[in-house]
């Protein structure tokens, strides 16, 4: 399928068209996925990205420091998005319906475009939990309410962008280990950025959790993958990593060396579904991973996770 839809974008998306043509490499030749090139995720904040001439039905943002340039992911089927977090979400955590959703994301609230906020509202609709919903600055609030939901036993995720988290338990303590706590990763500029080992000790003792899970996402992606803990994170079907050589971007590496992550995203159908972003990982051998930092002088996201 990711030889397909390879030829379809090689032939429908100009930027990536181009890109390959620079590149001297021929799409026809192209007969293994491992010989797919990757389009660098920094053409979504100069060129529209788009294998598809129907006009985009939403457009997504990435965050960024004032004065930063935006990527802008350019969707004509939002359809397609929205499946595709619905089944990963189900895949991971089960059906959200009887799940009590608690979302403490106030920098996406205070900004448009951002594809998260749209899934957690999808989410937030599906939840028939009268307790689910957005917590912007009203800690006082979100704690009580975690209470009342560790007394009732009922299963509950809190996502929350992490300078939010790291706000709350500041002021509030819990004991609450059945608790799903999601960090979306990201300081905003709000806080130092942290290692990942010393981040998650602090929210898992703040929040009495012995694990605390993440997302992997960004706005140039329409698929997410999840970490249960630990850092170690597992794609959807339709999404893959593979890594590349950082001082050889066309050349791909072997499982458990560090490098550069490339993403393959068949749910970016109607732009590209392969980019090479400027996240540094690794692979093991049953497919997870885990992402260890960015490349020197690439622009801190605020989706991204944290520097090793």
């Known amino acids: 399928m990711a030889l397909a839809v390879f030829k379809h974008q090689a032939k429908h998306c100009a930027v990536y068209a181009s ?13 293994s996925v491992k010989d797919i090139p990757y389009l660098p995720i920094s053409f979504f904040k100069t060129h529209e990205v788009l294998s598809d001439a129907k006009t985009p039905e939403i457009v997504f943002s990435s965050s960024g420091t004032t004065g930063m340039v935006q990527s802008r992911h350019l969707v004509t089927d939002v359809g397609i998005y929205e499946t595709s977090f619905n089944k990963a979400f189900e895949q991971f955590y089960g059906k959200i319906e009887d799940t009590c959703l608690l979302a403490l994301l106030p920098s996406y609230l205070e900004r448009d475009g951002s594809s998260l906020i ?9 939840s028939k939990h009268p307790d689910s919903g957005y917590f912007l600055h009203n800690h006082d609030e979100l704690f009580h309410r975690l209470k009342k939901l560790q007394k009732n ?12 988290l790291l706000d709350f338990i ?3 303590q819990l004991d609450f280990p059945e608790l799903i706590v999601m960090e979306t990763g990201g300081m905003k500029g709000k806080r130092k950025e942290m290692v990942r080992e010393e981040l998650h000790n602090l929210l898992q003792a703040g929040f009495g959790v012995s694990a605390i899970h993440s997302e992997y996402g960004m706005t ?9 803990g630990e850092g170690v994170f597992h794609c959807p079907a339709w999404m893959k990593i593979v890594l590349r050589d950082t001082n050889d971007p066309l050349s791909l590496i072997q499982n458990q060396q560090t490098g550069g992550i490339n993403v393959i995203d068949l749910a ?5 579904s392969f980019i090479a972003t400027q996240d540094l990982g690794k692979i093991y051998p049953n497919g997870s991973f885990e992402v260890l930092g960015r490349f020197d002088n690439a622009d801190i996201r605020g989706c991204n996770l944290l520097v090793q």
Do not use: W
């Open 153 to 164: 036993k009922q299963r509950t995720i809190l996502i929350g962008v992490t300078y939010a």
């Open 19 to 31: 890109y390959i043509q620079h590149l001297n490499i021929s799409p026809a030749r192209i007969s």
């Open 118 to 126: 749209y899934m957690v509202d999808a989410l937030l609709k599906q």
């Open 220 to 228: 140039e992606l329409l698929s997410q993958a999840y970490s249960f």
């Open 170 to 172: 500041e002021q509030y």
């Open 268 to 272: 970016n159908i109607n732009s590209c």
